[in-house]
């Protein structure tokens, strides 16, 4: 039997616990009786409530089940956390085969060890590589212990954020910026800075908001302090490496925090120094041209001679918000 059709609703199902599960992963579970019939979805879908699996076979109370097949985007856990082994409630219900997407980096997860003991099939590797991208995050806060780092932006053909007096608003339609409104509810926390919040006074609502403020000039009775847990970084708590708020130190501080995935939404100073941190970028391009070099690039934090010293980034996808695009990049190792 083909799984992917089956493995991609549970991708689908485990996206309905963005903005709730973390620091856990995105997991959605898909059970089939014996005869291949679909009898029940479940997914993981707040912090502290049960995982996918658990969440799919609590639904089934006759037994319907037994013998059959169970689907999951990353293999069941093992050890007991907020909840349960998953693996418990796999074995105890019967399930004859568990086809899963991706092992779990976590090193005290050990369920495919744990299924086959038990004599359960397990299949493995099925949409390997979207379900990584699903839990992206998750991956890189378990396998480097640093939070997850996206940038957003939103620029014209000629690659510019805002003219060179500050003004920005809008560069793109209402449509591309629902979709950011979306992306931000991935991210536990949204990251911006002192000079966009003197230029655009912009609300960013979000649960928490990360505010980059090396001299406190910021007004806090604007719009962006009137919503969500915020949490300033200055001269004050921050160490000043030339002239500039440390991220590094901010990054790990952050994670430390239990802020384990960041949207930076700035201009191009801050865009520019985050690259380097950068693990994944939105670019919005909007069918406009400033034509004045002097308005503000969406990435500016050097000068280079030699165009082959450009950073290069992997393309992954686009999408059309009319009349804008996305598009979203990963860095390649330089
Ligand atoms: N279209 C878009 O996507 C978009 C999004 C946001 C903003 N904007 C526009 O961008 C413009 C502002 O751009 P900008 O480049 O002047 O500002 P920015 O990148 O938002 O912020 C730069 C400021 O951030 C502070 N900062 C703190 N730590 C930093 C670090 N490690 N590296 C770099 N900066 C750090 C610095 O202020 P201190 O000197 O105080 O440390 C620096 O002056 C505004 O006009 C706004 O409208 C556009």
């Not at 990251?191 to 609300?203: G, K």
Request: hydrophobic content about 35%; charged content about 25%; some cysteine.
């Amino acid at each position: 039997m083909q799984y992917n059709d089956l493995m991609k609703k549970c991708i689908t199902l485990a996206r309905q616990g963005e903005g709730f599960v973390s620091p856990n992963p995105l997991v959605g579970c898909v059970v089939l009786d014996r005869n291949g019939n679909e009898i029940s979805t479940g997914y993981h879908s707040k912090y502290g409530e049960n995982h996918a699996e658990r969440d799919a076979l609590l639904k089934l109370t006759n037994g319907e089940e037994k013998g059959g097949t169970l689907i999951v985007n990353l293999e069941p856990c093992s050890h007991y956390g907020k909840t349960p082994p998953c693996t418990d409630i796999i074995i105890e219900r019967g399930i004859k085969r568990v086809v899963i997407g991706m092992r779990d980096c976590n090193p005290k997860v050990n369920g495919v060890q744990k299924l086959k003991d038990a004599g359960i099939e397990v299949i493995e590797g099925v949409l390997d590589k979207e379900c990584k991208q699903l839990n992206e995050i998750f991956i890189k806060n378990i396998t480097k212990n640093l939070p997850f780092i996206a940038i957003k932006t939103a620029a014209t053909l000629d690659g510019k954020i805002a003219t060179s007096s500050g003004s920005s608003k809008w560069i793109t339609s209402e449509k591309a910026r629902a979709e950011v409104k979306k992306i931000r509810n991935r991210y536990d926390a949204i990251m911006t800075t002192s000079s966009t919040i003197l230029a655009d006074n912009p609300s960013m609502e979000h649960r928490k908001k990360i505010i980059l403020d090396r001299e406190l000039i910021t007004d806090r009775t604007t719009k962006i302090y009137q919503s969500g847990e915020i949490h300033i970084f200055s001269k004050n708590n921050t160490p000043v490496i030339d002239n500039k708020l440390d991220l590094t130190f901010i990054f790990n501080k952050a994670y430390e925090e239990g802020i384990k995935s960041i949207l930076i939404e700035s201009g191009g100073h801050l865009n520019g120094s985050a690259l380097k941190y950068a693990d994944k970028i939105y670019h919005f391009i909007a069918p406009k041209i400033t034509g004045d070099n002097n308005s503000r690039s969406c990435f500016d934090f050097r000068h280079i001679d030699n165009i082959n010293d450009s950073l290069k980034f992997r393309f992954d996808s686009i999408q059309t918000f009319d009349p804008d695009i996305l598009t979203t990049y990963y860095p390649v190792k330089q």
